[in-house]
């Protein structure tokens, strides 16, 4: 089993591009997709707890179910917006990485190389055309 975990949705750039900068690592995570498999509410709680953002910060605002469950409203508690989540998984923003030097939210992907235990293998460029890794396999700064 990978000591690396990251909960993916393949249709979203930002997750792909970070599950990429990840196997150019060398790694070979464990990929949880997680809208097909939804966390348990105490896995759920954990990843929050350990990204140290809130349940509010890992909430994806621009979906249908946010919009048609009125959950912009600060009148919801933090246990209905995990209810929420449990039950639209959707609503779960993404990425999320664990490795054993932390769990973070991968917004945007580069985020995750605070938090891979191995340096990048080679040049990587994002599916929208940004250089994040040069050809030295350093970062690029922006």
Known sequence: ?????????????????TLAL????????????????????????????ATGIGVRAL????????????LASDSFTDEQLLDAMLAH????????????????LCRPSEVVLDILPDQQKGSFTKEDGEVVIG????????
């Open 22 to 49: 990840i196997l150019n690592s060398g790694a070979e995570p464990t990929v949880i997709h997680y809208l097909e498999t939804p966390p348990t509410r105490e896995t759920l709680q954990g990843l929050i707890e």
């Open 89 to 104: 998984p959707i609503l779960i923003n993404r990425p999320i990485v664990v490795t054993p030097l932390g769990t973070k």
């Open 59 to 70: 909430l994806r605002k621009n979906t249908d179910p946010y919009e048609q469950l009125g």
């Open 135 to 142: 050809a030295d396999g350093k970062r690029v700064s922006q």
């Open 1 to 17: 089993m990978s000591d690396i975990t990251i909960y993916h949705n393949p249709a979203c750039g930002t997750s792909r591009n």
